[in-house]
């Protein structure tokens, strides 16, 4: 996935020191579970904000199924929140903004100063993907509207578009965008999955405003922080969390606190958060439906090595190739991945249009989770259209009839 981040350059530290802790393939599982907020007593009391706090992340997309990927996050961990109080949370009383981690994140207000690295970075490198004709000009017009009438739209400041294809930005657009980038403008909302600008002078607490973090410093934090919300991760994972090099992981390990570990089965050093291994993971596995963005499962590799799953979004691929559906939602139940569905709404009708369960024992969990859903969403039914295997869609049906659905 090209995302077009800017990248710095950051001195690689020296060998890994020798792993003194070895973890089984399930424990180091359940650490990830508990991490993740997926094992164990949710944070009911910290509610959405605090989940946000604890993941340091959580992706947006444009598509919307059930709901919205950033609504189907809480939701995993926490029931059915109720959907305007997720906007809520994340957008009132600036606990939050949006910006370029993992991909188009709502990340903790807290976290502003750890990404001044990449503002910089963008700010050295002069454009992201378009280039503006009247840069100076251009982007004082914004500042303007935005210091003169407060936070504003694309649509409000001009338009998104020069009227050709999507990629074809406006003058103003391209300016907006490139202030967000390099952190004049933050987004502080989504309106109508619109995104709503403001200058971050005003947005951000004068405490965070600054951005007087080195990259060292930023990229140290921001591992930290992967490694806390990952409990037990690889470098790659560690990088993956919010799209950094490798090498940039490499040079701030030491400085981060995490612990080196041998995980059995993986093939290579695992980095594991010191408070995860403090106490064994127990308490209730939550049975749900993950969205395919849900940072549980973003990372396909991760997700190959923790649970043997191998999960792909077919949202992107040719119909007729699809093998899961549109937007296949996996199946967590007992901790493990033992299914997926891929749904829609009809009315008030959740329709499972593929629904694959990987033994007899996913079918009660399965049904379940579909009726939570449904019940989340307002729907007062459920329908399967196709299950895999198809012997057990007449015990599926029976447990769905059993739970009122």
């Not at 080195?214 to 994972?237: F, I, W, Y």
């Amino acid at each position: 996935m090209t995302t077009g981040l800017p990248t710095t350059t950051v001195p690689t530290a020296g060998p890994s020191p020798t792993p003194r802790i070895s973890l089984s393939a399930d424990e180091a599982r359940r650490i990830a579970l508990r991490a993740q907020g997926l094992l164990g007593a949710p944070e009911r009391r910290a509610g959405v904000r605090g989940m946000l706090r604890r993941l340091g992340a959580v992706q947006l997309d444009t598509i919307s199924v059930l709901a919205r990927s950033h609504e189907l996050v809480p939701y995993a961990r926490l029931g059915p929140v109720g959907r305007r109080a997720v906007e809520s949370a994340y957008w009132t009383d600036a606990h939050s903004f949006e910006y370029w981690s993992h991909a188009a994140c709502v990340l903790p207000i807290e976290e502003w100063p750890h990404f001044a690295f990449r503002r910089r970075a963008f700010r050295a490198r002069g454009h992201r993907w378009h280039q503006m004709k009247d840069r100076e000009g251009s982007c004082a017009a914004v500042r303007d509207r935005l210091a003169a009438e407060g936070p504003l739209t694309t649509a409000e400041l001009g338009g998104g578009r020069n009227g050709g294809e999507w990629w074809d930005w406006s003058e103003s657009k391209i300016a907006v965008e490139w202030l967000l980038d390099i952190g004049e403008v933050v987004v502080t909302e989504r309106r109508g999955w619109k995104r709503v600008y403001d200058l971050a002078e005003r947005a951000v607490p004068e405490a965070l405003l600054h951005d007087t973090l080195d990259d060292h410093e930023c990229l140290r934090r921001l591992v930290a922080q992967a490694g806390s919300a990952l409990g037990v991760a690889t470098r790659a994972d560690l990088a993956d969390y919010h799209r950094l090099k490798g090498e940039q992981v490499e040079a701030v390990l030491p400085d981060t606190g995490l612990v080196p570990v041998e995980v059995r089965g993986w093939p290579r050093t695992g980095w594991a958060d010191p408070a995860a291994l403090e106490s064994t993971p127990r308490g209730r596995h939550r049975t749900t439906l993950l969205s395919p963005f849900d940072s549980l499962i973003w990372d396909r590799p991760r997700t190959e090595r923790l649970f043997g799953f191998t999960h792909r979004l077919e949202a992107y691929v040719p119909k007729p190739k699809r093998v899961h559906g549109y937007f296949a939602m996996p199946l967590l139940a007992g901790g493990k991945l033992v299914g997926r569905v891929d749904p829609a709404r009809e009315g008030t009708t959740l329709v499972a249009r593929q629904l694959s369960l990987d033994s007899a024992k996913a079918v009660e969990p399965m049904a379940r989770a579909l009726c939570e859903a449904a019940e989340w969403v307002g729907c007062d039914a459920v329908r399967v259209e196709r299950c895999a295997p198809e012997e057990l869609r007449p015990r599926l049906r029976a447990t769905l009839d059993a739970l009122g659905l």
